[in-house]
C-alpha cells in the first residue's frame, strides 16, 4: 500500500482508497491492462498485409515449381 495525496484537497491517503476521506474526491484506479507505448491498431493490420503478401508470394512458387516439375515429366 502505498500513499499518495489527493489531487482536490492534498490529503495523504491510500492508493487502495476509491474516494478521498477528507473531501470525498473520487481517486482514479490504474488501469489493468499495461498499455505498451506506441502500440496501434496501424502495426497490427501492417503485420496482417506483410504476412498475407508472404502467404501469397509463397504460393505463387509453390505452383510454379509444381508446373515447372510437371512439365519436366
Do not use: H, N, Y
Not at 470525498?24 to 489493468?32: D, E, F, K, V
Amino acid at each position: 500500500m502505498a500513499l499518495i495525496k489527493c489531487t482536490e484537497c492534498g490529503r495523504e491517503l491510500s492508493d487502495k482508497a476509491a474516494a478521498c476521506p477528507g473531501c470525498g474526491a473520487p481517486i482514479p484506479q490504474p488501469s489493468l491492462v499495461p498499455q505498451k507505448p506506441g502500440s496501434s491498431i496501424g502495426a497490427s493490420w501492417l503485420t496482417v498485409i506483410a504476412l498475407a503478401s508472404a502467404g501469397v508470394v509463397l504460393a505463387v512458387w509453390c505452383i510454379r515449381f509444381w508446373l515447372d516439375a510437371r512439365a519436366g515429366t
